[in-house]
Protein backbone atom coordinates (compact mmCIF):
# COMPACT_ATOMS: atom_id res chain seq x y z
CA UNK A 1 0.00 0.00 0.00
CA UNK A 2 1.28 2.88 -0.86
CA UNK A 3 1.97 5.58 1.82
CA UNK A 4 -0.67 8.11 1.15
CA UNK A 5 -3.16 6.21 0.80
CA UNK A 6 -2.66 5.21 4.72
CA UNK A 7 -2.76 8.52 5.86
CA UNK A 8 -6.23 9.00 4.49
CA UNK A 9 -7.67 6.10 5.18
CA UNK A 10 -6.48 7.45 9.38
CA UNK A 11 -7.66 11.16 8.89
CA UNK A 12 -11.01 9.34 7.63
CA UNK A 13 -11.08 6.44 10.23
CA UNK A 14 -10.54 10.03 13.06
CA UNK A 15 -13.40 11.68 11.40
CA UNK A 16 -16.10 9.31 11.77
CA UNK A 17 -14.92 8.91 15.51
CA UNK A 18 -15.59 12.60 15.84
CA UNK A 19 -19.28 12.73 14.31
CA UNK A 20 -20.34 9.76 15.99
CA UNK A 21 -18.95 11.34 18.94
CA UNK A 22 -20.86 14.89 18.44
CA UNK A 23 -24.11 12.61 17.67
CA UNK A 24 -23.91 10.87 21.08
CA UNK A 25 -23.75 14.11 22.83
CA UNK A 26 -26.64 15.83 21.88
CA UNK A 27 -28.83 13.16 21.79
CA UNK A 28 -27.84 13.52 25.79
CA UNK A 29 -29.72 16.46 26.34
CA UNK A 30 -32.81 15.61 24.01
CA UNK A 31 -33.09 12.28 26.07
CA UNK A 32 -33.17 14.46 29.45
CA UNK A 33 -35.71 16.95 27.59
CA UNK A 34 -37.69 13.85 26.65
CA UNK A 35 -38.07 12.53 30.26
CA UNK A 36 -41.38 13.87 32.09
CA UNK A 37 -40.95 16.69 34.48
CA UNK A 38 -40.90 15.33 38.30
CA UNK A 39 -44.61 16.43 39.80
CA UNK A 40 -44.35 18.02 43.59
CA UNK A 41 -46.52 16.43 46.09
CA UNK A 42 -48.35 18.91 48.45
CA UNK A 43 -49.80 17.80 51.17
CA UNK A 44 -53.71 18.14 51.17
CA UNK A 45 -55.82 21.17 52.24
CA UNK A 46 -57.98 20.46 55.39
CA UNK A 47 -61.72 21.11 53.99
CA UNK A 48 -63.13 24.30 55.47
CA UNK A 49 -66.76 23.51 57.38
CA UNK A 50 -68.99 25.67 56.33
CA UNK A 51 -70.72 28.18 58.90
CA UNK A 52 -74.30 28.23 59.47
CA UNK A 53 -75.75 31.00 57.59
CA UNK A 54 -77.70 33.43 60.39
CA UNK A 55 -81.37 34.21 60.10
CA UNK A 56 -81.51 37.59 57.48
CA UNK A 57 -82.50 40.91 60.21
CA UNK A 58 -85.54 42.82 58.87
CA UNK A 59 -86.14 46.45 59.77
CA UNK A 60 -89.28 48.47 59.24
CA UNK A 61 -89.06 50.84 56.83
CA UNK A 62 -88.92 54.48 58.45
CA UNK A 63 -91.24 56.37 57.45
CA UNK A 64 -90.74 60.32 56.32
CA UNK A 65 -93.56 62.02 59.11
CA UNK A 66 -92.98 59.69 61.81
CA UNK A 67 -91.62 61.58 64.39
CA UNK A 68 -93.92 64.40 63.56
CA UNK A 69 -96.31 64.08 66.31
CA UNK A 70 -92.82 64.04 68.81
CA UNK A 71 -91.58 67.14 66.95
CA UNK A 72 -94.38 68.98 67.87
CA UNK A 73 -94.03 70.97 71.69
CA UNK A 74 -96.70 69.65 74.04
CA UNK A 75 -97.88 73.18 75.10
CA UNK A 76 -99.45 73.33 78.61
CA UNK A 77 -98.43 69.95 79.93
CA UNK A 78 -96.92 70.14 83.08
CA UNK A 79 -92.78 69.60 82.70
CA UNK A 80 -92.74 65.95 85.03
CA UNK A 81 -95.64 64.87 82.85
CA UNK A 82 -93.77 65.15 79.68
CA UNK A 83 -92.33 61.31 80.11
CA UNK A 84 -95.49 59.89 80.76
CA UNK A 85 -96.22 60.46 76.70
CA UNK A 86 -93.48 57.68 76.13
CA UNK A 87 -95.43 55.19 78.29
CA UNK A 88 -96.90 54.06 75.42
CA UNK A 89 -95.87 53.55 71.57
CA UNK A 90 -98.77 55.83 70.73
CA UNK A 91 -99.56 55.78 66.86
CA UNK A 92 -100.36 58.80 64.67
CA UNK A 93 -100.43 56.95 61.03
CA UNK A 94 -103.84 58.93 60.66
CA UNK A 95 -101.68 62.15 61.18
CA UNK A 96 -99.33 60.96 58.05
CA UNK A 97 -101.61 59.69 56.29
CA UNK A 98 -103.60 62.83 56.44
CA UNK A 99 -100.80 64.39 54.19
CA UNK A 100 -100.94 61.81 51.63
CA UNK A 101 -102.78 62.40 48.51
CA UNK A 102 -106.46 62.61 49.03
CA UNK A 103 -105.67 63.12 52.93
CA UNK A 104 -107.51 66.44 54.10
CA UNK A 105 -104.03 68.00 54.67
CA UNK A 106 -102.04 67.09 51.10
CA UNK A 107 -100.75 70.04 49.58
CA UNK A 108 -102.01 72.58 52.03
CA UNK A 109 -100.00 74.66 54.32
CA UNK A 110 -100.26 73.68 57.87
CA UNK A 111 -99.63 74.92 61.33
CA UNK A 112 -99.43 71.99 64.37
CA UNK A 113 -99.54 72.36 67.77
CA UNK A 114 -99.56 69.84 70.29
CA UNK A 115 -101.45 69.29 73.81
CA UNK A 116 -102.22 66.43 76.49
CA UNK A 117 -106.08 65.43 77.54
CA UNK A 118 -105.62 63.72 81.52
CA UNK A 119 -108.26 60.53 81.01
CA UNK A 120 -109.62 57.57 82.70
CA UNK A 121 -108.78 54.78 80.47
CA UNK A 122 -109.42 50.63 80.85
CA UNK A 123 -106.87 48.93 79.42
CA UNK A 124 -104.11 45.62 80.17
CA UNK A 125 -106.93 44.86 82.55
CA UNK A 126 -106.61 48.26 84.74
CA UNK A 127 -108.34 51.72 84.84
CA UNK A 128 -105.91 54.45 85.43
CA UNK A 129 -105.61 58.46 84.37
CA UNK A 130 -103.86 58.11 81.09
CA UNK A 131 -101.98 61.10 79.98
CA UNK A 132 -103.42 61.58 75.94
CA UNK A 133 -101.00 63.44 73.36
CA UNK A 134 -103.11 65.06 70.82
CA UNK A 135 -102.05 67.34 67.76
CA UNK A 136 -104.12 70.06 66.15
CA UNK A 137 -103.65 71.03 62.69
CA UNK A 138 -104.79 74.39 61.02
CA UNK A 139 -104.88 74.69 57.43
CA UNK A 140 -103.51 78.13 57.01
CA UNK A 141 -102.03 80.49 54.58
CA UNK A 142 -100.26 82.02 56.94
CA UNK A 143 -99.28 81.42 61.01
CA UNK A 144 -102.80 81.63 63.01
CA UNK A 145 -101.33 83.61 65.72
CA UNK A 146 -98.34 84.46 67.44
CA UNK A 147 -99.76 85.16 70.76
CA UNK A 148 -99.96 82.88 73.47
CA UNK A 149 -102.78 82.78 76.51
CA UNK A 150 -101.45 82.45 79.89
CA UNK A 151 -104.94 81.16 82.03
CA UNK A 152 -106.27 79.35 84.81
CA UNK A 153 -108.73 78.61 87.71
CA UNK A 154 -105.40 79.76 90.12
CA UNK A 155 -105.34 83.17 88.39
CA UNK A 156 -106.66 86.12 88.68
CA UNK A 157 -106.98 87.09 85.27
CA UNK A 158 -105.74 85.81 81.82
CA UNK A 159 -102.52 87.39 80.07
CA UNK A 160 -102.25 87.38 76.18
CA UNK A 161 -98.35 86.87 75.28
CA UNK A 162 -95.78 86.63 72.50
CA UNK A 163 -94.89 83.58 72.16
CA UNK A 164 -91.61 84.77 71.82
CA UNK A 165 -91.98 85.23 75.55
CA UNK A 166 -92.26 82.30 76.43
CA UNK A 167 -89.50 80.33 73.94
CA UNK A 168 -92.10 79.03 71.42
CA UNK A 169 -92.21 79.68 67.59
CA UNK A 170 -93.72 78.17 64.36
CA UNK A 171 -91.07 76.51 62.56
CA UNK A 172 -90.81 74.07 59.51
CA UNK A 173 -90.31 70.73 60.40
CA UNK A 174 -88.43 68.75 58.40
CA UNK A 175 -88.82 65.35 57.10
CA UNK A 176 -86.97 62.81 58.35
CA UNK A 177 -85.50 62.07 54.51
CA UNK A 178 -84.62 65.25 53.90
CA UNK A 179 -83.20 66.37 57.78
CA UNK A 180 -80.08 66.78 55.79
CA UNK A 181 -81.24 69.62 52.79
CA UNK A 182 -81.18 72.97 54.23
CA UNK A 183 -84.42 74.83 55.15
CA UNK A 184 -84.34 77.04 52.73
CA UNK A 185 -84.87 74.55 49.81
CA UNK A 186 -87.23 72.27 51.15
CA UNK A 187 -89.92 75.28 51.22
CA UNK A 188 -91.72 73.50 53.79
CA UNK A 189 -95.21 73.28 54.43
CA UNK A 190 -95.92 71.86 57.55
CA UNK A 191 -94.92 74.20 60.52
CA UNK A 192 -94.90 72.99 64.16
CA UNK A 193 -94.91 75.09 67.52
CA UNK A 194 -91.77 74.71 68.59
CA UNK A 195 -90.43 75.74 72.32
CA UNK A 196 -86.21 75.85 73.10
CA UNK A 197 -86.90 75.98 77.02
CA UNK A 198 -84.71 72.85 77.96
CA UNK A 199 -85.76 71.27 81.00
CA UNK A 200 -82.33 71.10 82.81
CA UNK A 201 -82.66 75.04 82.46
CA UNK A 202 -85.83 75.11 84.49
CA UNK A 203 -83.99 75.01 87.95
CA UNK A 204 -82.22 78.41 87.05
CA UNK A 205 -85.99 80.15 86.92
CA UNK A 206 -88.54 81.29 89.95
CA UNK A 207 -91.15 78.76 90.00
CA UNK A 208 -94.07 81.31 89.02
CA UNK A 209 -92.09 81.74 85.06
CA UNK A 210 -91.85 77.68 85.64
CA UNK A 211 -95.89 77.24 86.20
CA UNK A 212 -96.63 79.82 83.27
CA UNK A 213 -95.13 77.10 80.55
CA UNK A 214 -98.20 74.96 82.44
CA UNK A 215 -100.94 77.57 82.32
CA UNK A 216 -100.18 78.25 78.33
CA UNK A 217 -103.03 77.90 76.08
CA UNK A 218 -102.29 78.11 72.11
CA UNK A 219 -104.25 81.79 71.12
CA UNK A 220 -106.06 82.42 68.29
CA UNK A 221 -108.40 85.70 67.57
CA UNK A 222 -111.12 84.94 64.69
CA UNK A 223 -112.60 88.19 63.46
CA UNK A 224 -115.24 86.77 62.81
CA UNK A 225 -116.49 84.54 65.21
CA UNK A 226 -117.95 86.09 68.43
CA UNK A 227 -116.56 84.36 71.10
CA UNK A 228 -118.23 82.43 73.65
CA UNK A 229 -117.79 85.46 76.69
CA UNK A 230 -118.87 88.15 74.23
CA UNK A 231 -122.25 86.57 74.32
CA UNK A 232 -122.41 85.23 77.72
CA UNK A 233 -125.06 87.35 80.17
CA UNK A 234 -123.41 85.85 82.97
CA UNK A 235 -121.47 87.52 85.86
CA UNK A 236 -119.36 85.69 88.67
CA UNK A 237 -119.93 87.03 92.56
CA UNK A 238 -117.88 86.68 94.98
CA UNK A 239 -118.88 88.70 97.49
CA UNK A 240 -116.66 88.97 100.48
CA UNK A 241 -117.88 88.81 103.71
CA UNK A 242 -117.53 86.89 107.14
CA UNK A 243 -117.41 84.50 108.20
CA UNK A 244 -117.13 83.28 104.19
CA UNK A 245 -117.51 85.06 101.04
CA UNK A 246 -121.01 84.72 99.04
CA UNK A 247 -120.13 83.31 95.68
CA UNK A 248 -122.81 82.50 92.87
CA UNK A 249 -123.24 83.35 89.41
CA UNK A 250 -125.89 86.04 88.12
CA UNK A 251 -127.38 86.07 84.83
CA UNK A 252 -128.68 89.58 83.74
CA UNK A 253 -130.90 88.66 81.21
CA UNK A 254 -132.85 85.55 83.10
CA UNK A 255 -132.25 86.24 87.05
CA UNK A 256 -134.20 89.49 88.81
CA UNK A 257 -131.95 90.88 91.39
CA UNK A 258 -134.75 91.50 94.21
CA UNK A 259 -135.72 87.88 93.79
CA UNK A 260 -131.98 86.90 93.58
CA UNK A 261 -131.15 88.30 96.87
CA UNK A 262 -134.07 87.42 98.98
CA UNK A 263 -133.82 83.77 97.84
CA UNK A 264 -129.44 84.62 99.48
CA UNK A 265 -131.56 85.82 102.42
CA UNK A 266 -133.77 82.35 102.87
CA UNK A 267 -131.16 79.87 102.07
CA UNK A 268 -128.74 82.02 104.93
CA UNK A 269 -125.70 82.66 102.59
CA UNK A 270 -126.69 86.43 103.20
CA UNK A 271 -127.69 88.56 105.91
CA UNK A 272 -130.68 91.34 105.88
CA UNK A 273 -128.49 93.72 106.90
CA UNK A 274 -125.84 93.55 103.92
CA UNK A 275 -129.03 93.58 101.02
CA UNK A 276 -128.54 96.75 99.65
CA UNK A 277 -124.75 96.60 99.74
CA UNK A 278 -125.01 92.95 97.79
CA UNK A 279 -127.17 94.65 95.54
CA UNK A 280 -125.21 97.42 94.49
CA UNK A 281 -121.86 95.03 94.32
CA UNK A 282 -124.11 92.92 91.62
CA UNK A 283 -125.08 96.26 89.62
CA UNK A 284 -121.53 96.71 89.43
CA UNK A 285 -120.45 93.65 88.21
CA UNK A 286 -122.97 93.68 85.26
CA UNK A 287 -122.40 96.76 83.93
CA UNK A 288 -118.76 95.52 84.04
CA UNK A 289 -119.40 92.82 82.21
CA UNK A 290 -122.03 94.87 79.87
CA UNK A 291 -118.72 97.05 79.24
CA UNK A 292 -116.57 93.87 78.37
CA UNK A 293 -119.04 92.45 75.83
CA UNK A 294 -119.60 96.04 74.30
CA UNK A 295 -115.57 96.17 74.03
CA UNK A 296 -115.05 92.58 72.40
CA UNK A 297 -117.42 93.27 69.94
CA UNK A 298 -115.63 96.89 69.45
CA UNK A 299 -112.80 95.29 68.59
CA UNK A 300 -113.86 92.24 66.60
CA UNK A 301 -115.58 94.97 64.36
CA UNK A 302 -112.25 97.39 63.92
CA UNK A 303 -110.44 94.04 63.26
CA UNK A 304 -112.65 92.59 60.40
CA UNK A 305 -112.16 96.33 58.94
CA UNK A 306 -108.61 96.35 58.77
CA UNK A 307 -108.51 93.10 57.16
CA UNK A 308 -107.26 92.85 52.98
CA UNK A 309 -109.89 90.74 50.83
CA UNK A 310 -107.67 88.12 50.69
CA UNK A 311 -107.29 87.83 54.80
CA UNK A 312 -111.14 87.42 54.75
CA UNK A 313 -110.62 84.76 52.49
CA UNK A 314 -108.29 83.03 54.56
CA UNK A 315 -110.21 83.15 57.19
CA UNK A 316 -113.08 82.08 55.83
CA UNK A 317 -111.27 79.13 54.67
CA UNK A 318 -109.34 77.95 57.70
CA UNK A 319 -110.15 74.62 59.08
CA UNK A 320 -109.10 72.83 62.14
CA UNK A 321 -108.83 69.27 62.45
CA UNK A 322 -107.55 67.15 65.89
CA UNK A 323 -106.12 64.11 65.81
CA UNK A 324 -105.95 61.40 68.73
CA UNK A 325 -103.85 58.17 67.85
CA UNK A 326 -104.98 55.86 66.52
CA UNK A 327 -106.33 52.33 68.20
CA UNK A 328 -103.47 49.75 68.36
CA UNK A 329 -102.96 46.96 70.63
CA UNK A 330 -99.94 48.03 72.20
CA UNK A 331 -102.28 51.31 72.88
CA UNK A 332 -105.62 52.62 74.84
CA UNK A 333 -108.24 53.10 72.96
CA UNK A 334 -109.39 56.53 73.26
CA UNK A 335 -112.70 56.44 71.42
CA UNK A 336 -114.82 57.24 73.82
CA UNK A 337 -112.91 59.76 75.08
CA UNK A 338 -112.17 61.95 72.31
CA UNK A 339 -113.42 65.55 71.60
CA UNK A 340 -113.74 68.01 68.92
CA UNK A 341 -113.25 70.71 71.80
CA UNK A 342 -109.78 72.25 71.29
CA UNK A 343 -109.43 75.07 73.99
CA UNK A 344 -111.32 78.17 74.72
CA UNK A 345 -109.50 80.44 71.88
CA UNK A 346 -110.04 77.70 69.00
CA UNK A 347 -113.12 76.70 70.25
CA UNK A 348 -114.24 73.33 68.82
CA UNK A 349 -112.24 71.27 65.89
CA UNK A 350 -114.28 70.81 62.36
CA UNK A 351 -113.27 67.19 62.84
CA UNK A 352 -111.88 64.80 65.69
CA UNK A 353 -109.49 61.93 64.07
CA UNK A 354 -108.49 58.90 66.43
CA UNK A 355 -109.25 55.88 67.66
CA UNK A 356 -111.41 53.39 65.82
CA UNK A 357 -114.19 56.48 64.77
CA UNK A 358 -113.95 59.80 63.52
CA UNK A 359 -116.31 62.65 65.24
CA UNK A 360 -117.52 65.61 62.69
CA UNK A 361 -118.12 68.64 64.78
CA UNK A 362 -120.69 70.90 63.22
CA UNK A 363 -119.84 74.31 65.47
CA UNK A 364 -118.97 76.82 63.87
CA UNK A 365 -119.63 75.50 60.51
CA UNK A 366 -123.71 75.31 60.28
CA UNK A 367 -125.58 78.45 60.71
CA UNK A 368 -129.12 78.37 62.03
CA UNK A 369 -128.07 74.82 64.06
CA UNK A 370 -126.98 74.74 67.90
CA UNK A 371 -125.36 72.12 68.59
CA UNK A 372 -125.62 70.02 72.54
CA UNK A 373 -122.37 67.70 73.35
CA UNK A 374 -124.29 65.28 75.90
CA UNK A 375 -120.87 64.27 77.53
CA UNK A 376 -117.03 63.82 77.16
CA UNK A 377 -117.82 60.30 77.15
CA UNK A 378 -120.07 60.01 74.40
CA UNK A 379 -120.20 62.84 72.83
CA UNK A 380 -123.20 62.37 70.71
CA UNK A 381 -124.81 65.46 69.00
CA UNK A 382 -127.62 65.97 68.85
CA UNK A 383 -129.22 68.80 66.28
CA UNK A 384 -132.11 70.54 67.95
CA UNK A 385 -132.69 73.50 65.49
CA UNK A 386 -133.65 72.86 61.52
CA UNK A 387 -130.46 73.94 58.84
CA UNK A 388 -130.97 76.76 57.10
CA UNK A 389 -131.87 76.31 53.38
CA UNK A 390 -128.77 76.58 51.36
CA UNK A 391 -126.09 76.29 54.34
CA UNK A 392 -122.39 74.55 53.35
CA UNK A 393 -122.07 71.28 55.50
CA UNK A 394 -118.31 71.55 54.58
Known sequence: MKKGTKRKAAAASRK????????????????????EPTKIVRPTKRSKVPKPESEPEFFEEQR??????????????????????????WNFSNLEDAFDEGGV????????????????????????????????????????????????????SEEILDMKQMKMDWVPYIPLGKRGSSVE???????ILS???????????????????????????????????????IVDIMYPIEPKPVVCEFDWELD??????????????????????????VKEKVREGKRANREAREKRKNAREALSKEKVEAYEKMKFYKFYPVATP?????????SPFINRYYGKAHQARGG??????????????????????????????????GNDLN
Do not use: M
Not at 66 to 89: A, C, M, N
Not at 185 to 191: D, T
Open 256 to 281: ELEEFTDDLIKAEELSEDQKDAFKEF
Open 16 to 35: DEAAAAATTTIEEPQQQNNK
Open 195 to 233: CVQRRAGLTQLKEERVKKFEYCLPYFYHPFKEDETEQST
Open 356 to 389: STKIESPIGCWNGARVILQSSQDLKCELVTSLAK
Open 105 to 156: LHGKKVYLFSCTEPQLLFFGGQSKVTCIPVVVAIVSPFPPSDKIGINSVQRE
Open 330 to 338: DTPDVSQVK
Open 64 to 89: ELEDLWKQVFPVGTEWDQLDLLSEYK
Open 185 to 191: RLKSQIY
